[in-house]
C-alpha cells in the first residue's frame, strides 16, 4: 500500500518485477500515464464524469493562445514534479506573470476553469476485482493553505449522502486496473460535482473513513472483513497541527476554533487510543538535531 506519489510512481514503474513477489496495486501491469492530470481528467469525461475545461500549459507556451476565460486554476501536470505552492487561483495576466515568475522546478502544468466551489470532497475508498466501494468523503471546511492547500477541518459525509456518480468513477477505475486505497477529488458547485483528479494511493485522510465506521484498509487485505454501510456516521475531523494558524492569520477567531476543537472526533495525526506514533513523532522533531 503506497502513501505517497513518489512510492506510487515507483511501484507503478517497477510492477512487473514486484508482482513475482507481492500483491501489488495493478496485479503486474502499469497505470503508467494516468499519474498525468490531463490523462486522468481525458478518461473521467470518457467515463461520464463532470470535467473542468482544462489544457496543458508549459512554461515556453504562449499563454495568450489559451482559450479557457479567467479565473483559472493552474496546478502541476504531474503531482511528483511540483509542490502545493505551484497551485495558483489566476484572475489575469498580471497574475498569471506572477506565479509563472515565482522559484519553482515545475516545467508542466494542468489549467482549468475556475470552480467557485461550495465545498470540496475527498472521498475514501478501495478498489478491488469486484469494483469500487466508497463508503463516504470528507467534506473540506477549512484547508491550509487557505483555498489551496490540504484539509485542516471538516466533516465526514456517509456515500449515500453525495450524489457522486459511481458508476462512472467505477468505470475510470477499471480502466486504471487499479487495486487498492484510492482517494479522487470532487468539487462541489450549482448542483455539480467537478472531477479533479484520483489519486492512486493511500490518502493522508484514509483514518477519518475507519473512525467513521468503515474500516475499508482491513477489507482490502481480508475481503471477509465487513461492515454496515447504513452504520457509516458523520464525523468531524481536524488536522491540529494546521488548523490554528488559521486563528494566526486572522480566518477564524479563538473562540470558534475551540468550538470546532470540541466537536472533532477524529485526528488525523494523533490518536487517542495509540499515542505512541505521536509522541514519536515530536521526540524524533525535538531531538533530531
Given at each position: 500500500?503506497?502513501?505517497?506519489?513518489?512510492?506510487?510512481?515507483?511501484?507503478?514503474?517497477?510492477?512487473?518485477?514486484?508482482?513475482?513477489?507481492?500483491?501489488?496495486?495493478?496485479?503486474?501491469?502499469?497505470?503508467?500515464?494516468?499519474?498525468?492530470?490531463?490523462?486522468?481528467?481525458?478518461?473521467?469525461?470518457?467515463?461520464?464524469?463532470?470535467?473542468?475545461?482544462?489544457?496543458?500549459?508549459?512554461?515556453?507556451?504562449?499563454?495568450?493562445?489559451?482559450?479557457?476565460?479567467?479565473?483559472?486554476?493552474?496546478?502541476?501536470?504531474?503531482?511528483?514534479?511540483?509542490?502545493?505552492?505551484?497551485?495558483?487561483?489566476?484572475?489575469?495576466?498580471?497574475?498569471?506573470?506572477?506565479?509563472?515568475?515565482?522559484?519553482?522546478?515545475?516545467?508542466?502544468?494542468?489549467?482549468?476553469?475556475?470552480?467557485?466551489k461550495e465545498y470540496e470532497l475527498d472521498c475514501i475508498g478501495i478498489s478491488t476485482e469486484n469494483g469500487a466501494e466508497l463508503p463516504g468523503a470528507i467534506r473540506k471546511i477549512r484547508h491550509y493553505p487557505d483555498g489551496t492547500g490540504a484539509g485542516a477541518y471538516g466533516i465526514f459525509v456517509p456515500a449515500s449522502k453525495l450524489g457522486i456518480n459511481l458508476d462512472g468513477l467505477n468505470r475510470f477505475l477499471a480502466e486504471s486496473r487499479y487495486h487498492g486505497p484510492f482517494s479522487v477529488e470532487f468539487l462541489h458547485s450549482r448542483g455539480k460535482n467537478y472531477f479533479m483528479e484520483v489519486n492512486f494511493r493511500n490518502d493522508g485522510l484514509a483514518y477519518v473513513a475507519t473512525a467513521a465506521g468503515a474500516n475499508i484498509h482491513a477489507r482490502y487485505v481480508n475481503p471477509g472483513l465487513t461492515y454496515n454501510p447504513s452504520k457509516v456516521k458523520s464525523i468531524r475531523m481536524m488536522n491540529y497541527s494546521i488548523d490554528p494558524l488559521h486563528i494566526k492569520e486572522g480566518r477564524i477567531t479563538r473562540r470558534q476554533w475551540l468550538r470546532d476543537l470540541l466537536r472533532t472526533r477524529v485526528f488525523i495525526n494523533a490518536s487517542i487510543r495509540d499515542f505512541a506514533p505521536t509522541l514519536a513523532y515530536y521526540k524524533n522533531k525535538l531531538f533530531k538535531r
Open positions: 500500500m503506497c502513501t505517497f506519489d513518489e512510492a506510487a510512481e515507483f511501484v507503478d514503474a517497477n510492477e512487473t518485477v514486484l508482482s513475482e513477489h507481492f500483491i501489488t496495486p495493478c496485479r503486474g501491469s502499469r497505470i503508467g500515464t494516468l499519474f498525468n492530470k490531463d490523462a486522468q481528467c481525458r478518461l473521467a469525461k470518457e467515463c461520464g464524469l463532470t470535467v473542468p475545461e482544462s489544457v496543458v500549459f508549459r512554461r515556453k507556451d504562449d499563454k495568450s493562445k489559451i482559450r479557457i476565460a479567467f479565473p483559472l486554476i493552474i496546478k502541476p501536470l504531474t503531482s511528483t514534479k511540483g509542490e502545493k505552492s505551484d497551485i495558483h487561483i489566476i484572475h489575469d495576466d498580471s497574475e498569471f506573470d506572477k506565479a509563472l515568475s515565482e522559484e519553482s522546478g515545475c516545467d508542466e502544468f494542468l489549467l482549468q476553469e475556475y470552480i467557485t
